[in-house]
């Protein structure tokens, strides 16, 4: 099974529709979680961190479940410029460090 | 506050050569990771770096190595390069060692 799971999509989704990703993980003592956002060619880019309490940034959503081991991104009122692929990384190590390990990347497209 | 830069953008080298990579750091940042990333796949931790000391390591051969400098900046040696090398490598800063990371705009590495 792998660290850190993630569905490829890619999700095709109207502008202005709501989507949500998952991601699932193996370490059930994983610390920190995260939803990075990628361009194509592009560097990721911090979209949100994720906490046990869950937390919101304008349209975008983040939620963790430790007992299900999973945490996902919701996406309203999609936009043309939200077409990326969203990562999801785990940093599975206790005591310090931030060895951060990442999903594959969920592709989203959203069109006229 | 400029981001964290690396350098070269874009490089290209044959089988069994050496490559040097930099890393630039966010100011105030002391921690710098190295990852690599094949096409269509999440990056791959490769070194965490803290205060000039190693704190982390993927599991990649012992051909990468990586030094941090005084100045937090940081390089990734790659010695007898392979055609599996090709990719691109990716530098992140933390402001300490468990905190989120900012990720520069990466060097494409082609390996002929």
């Known amino acids: 099974r792998k660290e850190v799971e993630q569905d490829p999509g890619p999700f095709n989704v109207p502008e202005g529709a709501t989507v949500a990703f998952n991601c699932t993980y193996s370490?059930?003592?994983?610390?920190?979680f995260f939803w990075y956002r990628q361009d194509c060619r592009k560097e990721p880019k911090l979209l949100m961190s994720v906490y046990s309490s869950g937390n919101e940034d304008g349209r975008f959503t983040a939620q963790l479940n430790r007992a299900s081991q999973y945490i996902s991104l919701l996406i309203r009122d999609s936009k043309l410029s939200d077409s990326a692929t969203y990562l999801c990384?785990?940093?599975?190590?206790?005591?310090?460090?931030?060895?951060?390990?990442f999903g594959t990347g969920t592709q989203l497209k959203v069109e006229l | 506050d400029a981001g964290v830069t690396q350098s070269p953008t874009h490089l290209i080298k044959t089988r069994g050569q050496h490559v040097t990579l930099r890393c630039s750091p966010i100011?105030?940042?002391?921690?710098v990771s190295w990852y690599q990333q094949v096409l269509g796949q999440g990056p791959q931790f490769i070194f965490q770096y803290y205060e000039k000391e190693e704190r982390g390591r993927g599991n990649f051969p012992d051909r990468f190595s990586a030094r941090q400098f005084p100045n937090y900046s940081s390089e990734l040696n790659v010695n007898a390069l392979l055609l599996g090398d090709s990719a691109l490598y990716l530098c992140a800063s933390s402001r300490e060692l468990a905190y989120e990371q900012f990720f520069g705009p990466g060097t494409r590495l082609t390996v002929l």
């Open positions: 370490n059930s003592a994983s610390q920190s």
């Open positions: 990384a785990v940093n599975p190590v206790t005591g310090g460090g931030n060895k951060l390990t």
């Open positions: 100011s105030g940042h002391k921690s």
